[in-house]
């Protein structure tokens, strides 16, 4: 476990044009973009146990980032390079 939670554009460089065109022209994407943000945040934060949580708030927490994830790749694999 690193000690610093990745940002979705870290996690795929490759990627990072389409994510940053994204992040500023779709506000839908946007809003995903920093809801995934937060929340990966969130759970680094329990994961390090900086602010516990039972494993039930943290497994509940990690769907909904995979949800988010899910969602925010394929709007980025549908866009146009």
Not at 12 to 35: C, G, V, W
């Amino acid at each position: 476990m690193s000690n610093a939670p990745n940002d979705l554009a870290d996690d795929f460089p490759d990627k990072a044009d389409r994510i940053h065109r994204l992040k500023t022209s779709n506000n839908h994407f946007a809003r995903l973009y920093d809801e995934y943000n937060e929340l990966n945040r969130t759970i680094h934060r329990i994961e390090t146990r900086v602010e516990p949580k039972p494993e039930e708030v943290e497994e509940q927490l990690k769907r909904s980032r995979l949800r988010i994830k899910d969602e925010l790749m394929a709007m980025i694999d549908g866009m146009e390079s």
